[in-house]
T-cell receptor, first 114, second 115 residues
């Protein structure tokens, strides 16, 4: 079953604009990670935010985490055509015996138009 | 360091056959996880191995199995293939040394088509 649910399912913007994707999850987590996947290929890790962190930056990426609302957002600033990809959030669960896997959402398909 | 490699990249099988997929993790990584990705179900966790031991398993039937060798390379096997097994199978390795699940490095995947 999916833990994370991304919103929106698809997002189309112009180059230079900012893109915001949201992720909601259901159970307590240790950390939340964002990945990118270019069409039908392997996933690339973008950023990890721990449950005791509220915000994290990496280059043009900004991630926030609100554990009280069980939600996270990924902001990509000044988007480029090369950012076109599917973006997934993944949660590392807090329960014993489940710390060794990530549970992925269904992803947001981001299209950046030149 | 070389990335995660998966072989073969593409595979076509018929119903009832079995298939073995291979994954070589990044050198030094001892944790290897497998995922199935389909348009309908998204990315689903299959199992995870660490030092040749399966530590966690997803909700898949017993037809799906795996193993890990002493050099951390891993294989997964699917027996009695069904049409619904058509998917992209992704392997990921991690330098996990304790605590939370951390960053995973994914291979390019094996695209399995079952006819």
């Amino acid at each position: 079953s999916q833990q994370g649910e991304e919103d929106p399912q698809a997002l189309s913007i112009q180059e230079g604009e900012n893109a915001t994707m949201n992720c909601s999850y259901k159970t307590s987590i240790n950390n939340l990670q964002w990945y990118r996947q270019n069409s039908g290929r392997g996933l690339v890790h973008l950023i990890l935010i721990r449950s005791n962190e509220r915000e994290k930056h990496s280059g043009r990426l900004r991630v926030t985490l609100d554990t009280s609302k069980k939600s996270s957002s990924l902001l990509i600033t000044a988007s480029r055509a090369a950012d076109t990809a599917s973006y997934f959030c993944a949660t590392a669960a807090n329960s014993g015996g489940s710390n060794y896997k990530l549970t992925f959402g269904k992803g947001t398909l981001l299209t950046v138009n030149p | 360091k070389a990335g995660v490699t998966q072989t073969p990249r593409y595979l076509i099988k018929t119903r009832g056959q079995q298939v073995t997929l291979s994954c070589s993790p990044i050198s030094g990584h001892r944790s290897v996880s497998w995922y199935q990705q389909t348009p309908g179900q998204g990315l689903q966790f299959l199992f995870e191995y660490f030092s040749e031991t399966q530590r966690n398993k997803g909700n898949f039937p017993g037809r799906f199995s795996g193993r890990q060798f002493s050099n951390s390379r891993s294989e997964m096997n699917v027996s009695t293939l069904e049409l619904g097994d058509s998917a992209l199978y992704l392997c990921a390795s991690s330098a996990w040394t304790g605590g939370d699940a951390n960053e995973q490095f994914f291979g390019p995947g094996t695209r399995l088509t079952v006819l």
